[in-house]
């Protein structure tokens, strides 16, 4: 089962979940995707996997629909995840993210799911000292800095709750850096609804055409170019570590539980490093001007890995030239055939 499934994580999950053998179930309601994600899903794979559309919030849907199914394990993808809209529209991300996975824990206790991999992110870090760079599984968790934060640190507690009830459940909570890039086939991608809030799509519309201006947020904070230092993971590298983690759960290999991975690159970069990689590797021009910080960035965060390249035995192989240039080729494919 994964939530989500429609999403930008969520649907280059599905498809390396379908191209490994494993029969997949979507569940989104298109709050932040649309159906045309089948279609690239579908000129992937081959095939268009079971899906239903509904809002995870909503209890009696959910249990209707695991009292028809049965799953081995659930990837639960599914959140709103805008930090700048969480801090105007609080409780929308509290109902949204929270009621969300309280249905999906209690239709999975109620219907024998006992395995859930759970989306997380290190904004459950903050804005780490120094001395604390890179962020280990073991670093402090700090006070969320937006709603959405929140949702997250509160999600992971949920999870750890609910495990020590009911042991016979598995989780293994996923930390995500800053996933991007697409499909090295370009045919599924990352498709924010109306103005990307995140950089790497910012940067492919700004390129193409559809937005005249990068606004870079920011130049004078203590890093080398005065940018924020972000750890840029590349979507299938990303992917990999989920299909490690449901293996590692359904065979029973986990060895706490909940377990918790940092999933990053171990290396940090500036917005402007990431800037010139782009108009190197595409041969573009990039439209960006300074501004001034956007509220709540914080100044730099990047992964260690160690434990997560030790236990999953997973490493990321692409680099960000790579992610650069799936992301370049599915903005010009999702723009010639929109
Ligand atoms: P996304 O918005 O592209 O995908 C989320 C999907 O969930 C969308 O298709 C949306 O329609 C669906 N959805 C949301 N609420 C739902 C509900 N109540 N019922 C059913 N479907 C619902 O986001 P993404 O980038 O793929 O992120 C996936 C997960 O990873 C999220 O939990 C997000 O918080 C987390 N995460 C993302 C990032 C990132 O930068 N992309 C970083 C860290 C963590
Ligand atoms: C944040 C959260 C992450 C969350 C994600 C969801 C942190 C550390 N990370 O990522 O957990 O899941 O949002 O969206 O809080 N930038 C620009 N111009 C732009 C857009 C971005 O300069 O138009 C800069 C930002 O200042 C930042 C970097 O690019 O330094 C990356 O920004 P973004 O892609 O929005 O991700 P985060 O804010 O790091």
């Known amino acids: 089962m994964v939530t989500g499934g429609l999403g930008y994580i969520g649907s280059h999950t599905v498809v390396e979940l379908m191209q490994k053998g494993y029969q997949v179930h979507i569940i989104d ?122 949702t997250k640190q509160i999600s992971e507690e949920i ?16 930390r995500y850096f800053n996933p ?53 993971i590349d979507i299938m590298d990303l992917v990999d570590a989920h299909i490690v983690a449901v293996e590692r759960l359904t065979k029973g290999q986990t060895k706490k539980n909940p377990e918790v991975f940092n999933l990053g690159t171990g290396r940090g970069l500036t917005v402007l490093e990431v800037i010139k990689t782009f108009e190197k590797v595409t041969e573009q021009k990039l439209n960006y001007k300074i501004v001034g910080r956007r509220e709540g960035d914080i100044e730099k965060v990047w992964a260690d890995t160690s434990f997560a390249n030790k236990e999953l035995g997973w490493k990321t192989k692409r680099t960000l030239a790579d992610s650069l240039e799936t992301a370049w080729k599915w903005e010009q494919y999702y723009q010639k055939n929109a």
């Open 159 to 174: 999870i750890t709750d609910f495990i020590k009830s009911n042991p016979q459940f598995s989780a293994i909570l996923l």
């Open 29 to 150: 309601n298109l709050s932040n995707s649309s159906l045309d994600v089948l279609e690239g899903i579908q000129r992937i794979t081959g095939e268009i996997p079971p899906y239903d559309i509904f809002d995870l919030t909503e209890k009696d849907k959910v249990f209707q629909f695991f009292s028809k199914n049965s799953f081995d394990a659930i990837i639960h993808f599914a959140a709103f995840k805008a930090v700048g809209e969480s801090v105007e529209k609080p409780l929308l991300y509290y109902r949204n993210n929270l009621n969300s996975l309280i249905n999906i824990l209690d239709g999975a206790l109620n219907f024998g799911t006992k395995n859930l991999v759970f989306s997380s992110s290190c904004t459950v870090y903050g804005q780490p000292d120094d001395k604390d760079l890179p962020v280990t599984e073991n670093s402090p968790i700090m006070p969320a800095n937006s709603p959405y934060g929140n």
């Open 180 to 232: 991007i890039g697409a499909h090295p086939t370009g045919f599924i991608g990352e498709l924010p609804r109306g103005v990307p809030n995140n950089l790497v799509p910012f940067i492919t519309q700004t390129a193409i055409g559809l937005r005249q201006e990068l606004s870079v947020f920011g130049d004078d904070y203590n890093t080398p170019d005065g940018t924020p230092i972000r750890d840029y």
